[in-house]
């Protein structure tokens, strides 16, 4: 494997593993007794499962094979599977609040959903668009490979 590619991997992959850290501690040290993004712990849930799916990411890079190749593509997998369910839980519980009346009288009291993805930050994003470029690398050194060799199993 390239050494640029293998860098890029790492940075998403301790990047995302720090940040999703860095906002389960600051969710749950709020002193307020409520949670910041929402009045759910779905979001600190989904962000143990991000930090799980990056860990499983970084430690198929550290294989430094093809096997090691298709553990960390689960691992990004699974980071697109949280975003997604994240996507979706938004969207339901937006759609729930937005037929509330209070929600109805004043909606710029809906909680900010960037991209749909409820209490996001820019560096949410920036760590989902990191995933997706680096799963799609990872495809493609694959199928790279995979053409190089192809009486050779995938994995």
């Known amino acids: 494997m390239e050494i640029r590619f293998i860098v890029f991997a ?29 009045t759910s712990p779905f979001l600190p849930r ?8 990056f860990l499983i990411a970084g430690t198929g890079l550290l294989l430094k094979r093809k ?3 298709v553990i960390s593509l689960l691992g990004l997998l699974g980071v697109l599977l949280g ?20 929600y109805i009288r004043h909606p710029e009291l809906l909680p900010q959903h960037t991209w749909g993805l409820g209490g996001a930050e820019w ?28 009486s050779e199993p995938a994995a």
Do not use: D
């Not at 720090?18 to 002193?31: F, L, N, P, R």
């Not at 975003?83 to 209070?102: D, N, R």
């Open 10 to 38: 790492v940075m998403v992959a301790v990047t995302g593993v720090t940040a999703y850290i860095y906002a389960s501690v600051v969710e749950w040290q709020s002193q307020t007794g409520e949670l910041i993004v929402l």
């Open 46 to 53: 989904l962000w143990i499962f991000l930090i799980i799916s």
């Open 67 to 69: 096997g090691g190749v």
């Open 83 to 102: 975003h997604l369910v994240w996507f979706f839980y938004t969207t339901s519980t937006i759609k729930f609040l937005e037929k509330e009346p209070q």
């Open 123 to 150: 560096w949410n994003i920036a760590i989902l668009l990191g995933s997706i470029v680096l799963l799609v690398w990872e495809v493609s050194i694959l199928a790279q490979k995979r053409k190089e060799n192809p």
